[in-house]
Each structure stands twice: as structure tokens, then as C-alpha cells.
């Protein structure tokens, strides 16, 4: 992506440190200009992104302790680095009880739904190490979530918990009732959180009947046209939160 035809002035760096690796994002006010993948143990590509686009502020979010080598790298930015935590300001209302607990991927991928559709009932589902589900209503009132195994861990647990049951990929054949071992393990892990996702809508649509929800995470799950038609995938949620919470700390929104 070129660098050119943006305002230096609204661009924003976003550096994402999550549990399998680091994202990180460039914004030019609300819109998504590039996104590079490295480890979250090395940013290699941090400063050359940060001087492609002439960034001028940038917010850090990180699960795991920033390696030294990442402290190094970011302090060659220059630039004023907002490090999520849980004193952080933000543009909702956070009834979390314990703020200091709550994963920064959690309260951004909220903020971020709630930018998308504002005014609305949300139900946030991020399907990646772990699958977490979120709540935040019309009022921009957070009320919480719940956190559950996401696939790969699934998996895993299959094979560590029992003394026969083999770990398998999670591709393959799928058929809805397995007629071996690998497609028994690979049918109840897929269907199971499919059964799980839906269960979760629906009872929210019972008390919230105007709910919608938003779906982000490395995995796609199919649902049924009733619920497929609420749903909005967004990969880069997380991003486009956190993003949010820097423009809202800069005064810009």
C-alpha cells in the first residue's frame, strides 16, 4: 500500500501483541491503510512502518510481557506511545468489575463494534486462542462477557485429557456425524462451538430483539440464514477498537 495522499497530521500506529503474534496497523482517521504480521517477540517491521507512513502517535497493546528487544524497538519510535491498561479512558462505559483483569483484546474488539454500529445491542464473539463472547447495549454500557476454549485448544485438550483420542488438524472431512475417530473429534469440536455461537445469540435476541453481532477472530464458523443475517464478520475489530481508544484519548472523537 502507498504511503501517499494521507494527513500525516490523523495517522495513527496501532501494535497489537497478542498470545501467537503481533499486528501491526496503520489508520489514517477511520480508515485501515496497512497491516503486517510479526512476532511478539520482535517487531521487526515497527519502525520502517512507522516512518513509511510519518506517524505521529501510537497506542500498545500487549497479553505477554514486551521481550527487550520490543522495549528497544519501540522506544526508536519518537513518537507518544499510549500503553492500554486498565486506567485507560474510554469512549464506553465499562461495568467490568474488575477493569485491571479484562484482556485488552476484549474491551477493544467492544469499542470497536461499538464504533461500527453505535446507538445498538451488540454481541461481540472473537474466535481465537480463546472464544470470548461480549455484551455492550444501545447506552454504550459494557456489562461484561464470558471466555471459553476456542478451537485449536479444543483440540488439544482432546488428545492431552484421554489416553487413545488422537490430536488431529482441524481441516478435513466434516460430515455432521463422524463415522471415524478423526471426523467424530473434528465434527464435535466444529459443531460444538457453531451449537455454542448460536445458543449464545439466540438467547440474547430473546431478551435484546434487536441484537446484532459481530463475529472477529482467525476462525469462520457456517450458521443458519436466521442468524447469518445479524452477523457482521470483522477481522480487524480489534484493530479498528483500538484505534478508537487512541482517537478518543487525542480528543478526536
Known sequence: MSAKKINKLFVNLI???????????????NTLKEVVYNSNQDLADVVSICYKYGTKRAIVATVVPLSEVVENQLSQLGIPLLYLDANTPLPIINLYKTPQTLG????????????????KDLLVVDAGT??????????????GGNISPGLQMRFKALHHFTGKLPLISSEGDLPFWGDTTETAIRAGVWQGIQFEISGYIEAMRYKYPELLVFLTGGDEFSFDESIKSIIFADRF??????NRILNFNNGRI
Do not use: M, W
Not at 237 to 242: A, M, S, T, W
Open 237 to 242: 475489530l480489534v484493530l479498528k477498537g483500538l
Open 104 to 119: 485488552y483484546d476484549r474491551i477493544a474488539a467492544v469499542v470497536g463494534a461499538a464504533g461500527e454500529r453505535p446507538d
Open 15 to 29: 501494535i497489537d501483541i497478542g498470545n501467537t503474534c503481533a499486528k501491526i496497523a496503520v489508520f489514517d482517521n
Open 130 to 143: 480463546c472464544i470470548t463472547y461480549e455484551f455492550i447495549d444501545s447506552k454504550k454500557q459494557y456489562h
